[in-house]
């Protein structure tokens, strides 16, 4: 059977799309990305990151196809950032990577990787909307 948290896994989605998303079992928005991503026929590869959290390199990756930097998907709110002290740190980009990494828990989610070599954070409906719209045929 094929690791399907794995990067390098090519999943083909009903439209003949590539796609991945990176959830949280126990995320909510995560959950309702799923349902709206199967309803419209799409199946990506689902990675739980916090079971296989992604490596430095590839939060670099992600961060790059996002266009965002790693302030810009870091859960503040979360009581391990507050205890690092997070919301204060300077714009230090690797600094914020390897905390990241070190700390999957304070990654936004969910993240769809898609075929384009594009990828977004997909917690509002216009973002999945966009998704789904972006792999009709």
Not at 1 to 13: A, E, G, K, Q
Not at 81 to 110: C, K, N, T, Y
Request: aromatic share 4%.
């Amino acid at each position: 059977m094929p690791d399907t948290h794995h990067l390098s896994v090519d999943r083909r989605t009903a439209r003949g799309a590539v796609m991945q998303i990176w959830v949280n079992p126990a995320c909510s928005k995560c959950a309702v990305a799923l349902d709206t991503l199967a309803e419209a026929g799409l199946e990506p590869q689902q990675r739980r990151y916090l079971e296989q959290p992604p490596t430095v390199e590839e939060l670099r990756d992600v961060l790059n196809r996002l266009r965002l930097e790693p302030w810009d998907i870091t859960r503040l709110a979360e009581p391990t950032a507050v205890e690092l002290g997070m919301p204060a740190w300077p714009r230090e980009r690797e600094r914020w990577i390897a905390a990241l990494a070190q700390h999957p828990l304070l990654i936004q989610r969910p993240i769809l990787l898609l075929e384009d070599g594009t990828a977004l954070v997909a917690r509002s409906h216009q973002d999945l909307h966009s998704a789904v719209t972006s792999h009709r045929g």
